[in-house]
């Protein structure tokens, strides 16, 4: 999966089967949205193909070589092995920090923590009609989940992404 955003309240999920090489052209994850994406990862190219138009945008991108651990940004992966929990994490230099998450792909929550303090971020939903709040805890890396509607919640145990590969 592959998910870009120019803002914290629009998210563009795609897909692409099979995956490895080193070029990534996905279809959306939501068919409504009527565009295709290719990432290259040689060239350090983002390319949009929107439906309807001719021209494509493409966009030079930089990759993070490096974590950085002030600011905890990065794709922490979830350790139990039967769920497929993917938290991305973004600090942006405007000042505040998004976390996504999601179980399936389709399905993804938004979070906003305008200042991440004692390294836990407590997060404000952004989109409104979903029902949880979420913090994570980056001391020990765990994602809490709370249902707003049901009074219950549920932790997670996760691995930042570049540890998660050695285990």
């Known amino acids: 999966m592959l998910l870009y955003t120019y803002d914290v309240e629009n998210f563009y999920p795609f897909f ?10 996905g279809k959306p994850v939501h068919p409504e949205l009527k565009e295709e994406v290719q990432f290259d990862f040689i060239n350090k190219t983002f390319t949009i193909f929107r439906e309807g138009s001719a021209k494509a945008h493409v966009y030079q991108i930089n990759k993070l070589e490096h974590v950085n651990t002030s600011n905890k940004d ?8 039967s769920l497929d929990l993917n ?8 000042g505040g920090t998004i976390l996504i998450y999601t179980f399936d792909s389709k399905t993804m929550v938004a979070l906003w923590d305008s200042k991440v303090e004692n390294n836990i971020f407590e997060g404000t939903i ?17 994602l809490t989940i709370y249902h707003t509607d049901t009074g219950t919640s549920e932790s997670y145990q996760t691995l930042l992404f570049e540890k998660a590969l050695l285990h």
């Open 16 to 25: 692409q089967i099979n995956f490895s090489g080193p070029i990534f052209y």
């Open 126 to 142: 952004i989109n409104t009609a979903i029902p949880e709040v979420a913090n994570f805890d980056f001391n020990t890396n765990t």
């Open 87 to 94: 938290i991305y994490v973004q600090r942006y230099k405007i």
């Open 74 to 81: 990065g794709v922490y992966k979830g350790t139990d092995s």
